[in-house]
């Protein structure tokens, strides 16, 4: 027989970008999500108070404050359904969390949603007020890899409006690098045969070509990923609420609460390091 666990909240937030994350720790609320929703690795958030997460600067990397807040939410064990649950539904005030191995009841007077596509058959209403979906091409950067910039902007172009460099997994010297390029299209212009991978992976290489300093550089695509980022109009329903404020608008807004999760992060940012 499969157990069922239940718990009692006072508001469950839904969502596990970093907004959903930061909301959830200035205000100590649980966080519910079926799959985890990580930054771009190159991202900055704009923060005025960056000591606060350990930080010199007020460009603070995404990713990075992302994975601070896992930790800190984890401690203070506000992540009651992180890496097992299979669906999440809203069932009259509570969530029935499934998992591989038993049932969470997990009540609710208020839920908080930033990403409603957490949530399994979900009813609600929203209108769409602006198509755009992110798309990220990886590609191997097999010959001309020693690249010493972050990344290559182009702004007045949707497609290949960047080229970010990472370090390579295939080696482990620092300076080789592979690269991604990041578009931002409609559904139309993600469909149409000029922004396929094919021509993304060409157009590309002669970029790098030109700009690089190996005219014989090549590259091989690796994967496409896609990212709905279009902008919706969400209408609250009873006491669910729907919240797409960006997390420097959290962080703007919210960062005088003095909660208790941002109370461990300070601890935790200044416990001495020991010495082996």
């Keep these: 027989m499969r157990l069922k666990p239940e718990f009692h909240y006072d508001t469950i937030v839904v969502g596990s970008g970093l907004p959903a994350l930061l909301y959830a720790y200035l205000h100590d609320y649980p966080v519910v999500f079926k ?18 997460f350990g930080y010199d600067t007020n460009k603070v990397k995404q990713f990075k404050l992302w994975t601070l807040l896992h930790i800190i939410l984890g401690m203070r064990g506000l992540l009651p359904t992180a890496g097992i649950a299979t669906s999440v539904r809203v069932e009259d005030n509570y969530l ?6 038993a049932f969470l009841k997990l009540n609710f007077k208020n839920l908080i949603v930033f990403e409603p596509e957490q949530l399994n058959s979900f009813d609600y209403h929203c209108e769409l007020i602006e198509e755009k979906y992110e798309v990220y091409d990886w590609f191997l950067i097999k010959e001309g890899a020693r ?3 972050e990344k290559i902007d182009f702004p007045e172009q949707k497609h290949i409006n960047q080229i970010w460099f990472h370090d390579s997994v295939r080696t482990s010297r620092p300076f080789l690098k592979d690269c991604v390029v990041r578009s931002y299209l409609t559904k139309e212009e993600l469909d149409d045969e000029s922004n396929d991978t094919g021509l993304t992976r060409v157009k590309t290489q002669q ?3 030109k700009l690089g300093t190996e005219p014989y550089l090549v590259i091989e695509f690796d994967e496409r990923e896609i990212k709905d980022k279009s902008i919706y109009k969400y209408y609250d329903k009873d006491n669910i609420k729907f919240n797409t404020d960006t997390a420097e608008q959290i962080w703007n807004t919210y960062k005088t609460n003095n909660s208790e999760s941002m109370k461990l992060c300070i601890k935790v940012l200044t416990l001495p390091v ?3």
């Design 35 to 52: 799959d985890p929703n990580p930054p771009f690795f190159g991202d900055v958030v704009l923060i005025d108070e960056p000591e606060h």
């Design 96 to 101: 029935k969390v499934s998992t591989t191995t």
């Design 147 to 149: 690249w010493e910039i």
């Design 207 to 209: 970029i790098l070509r």
């Design 274 to 276: 020991s010495s082996q």
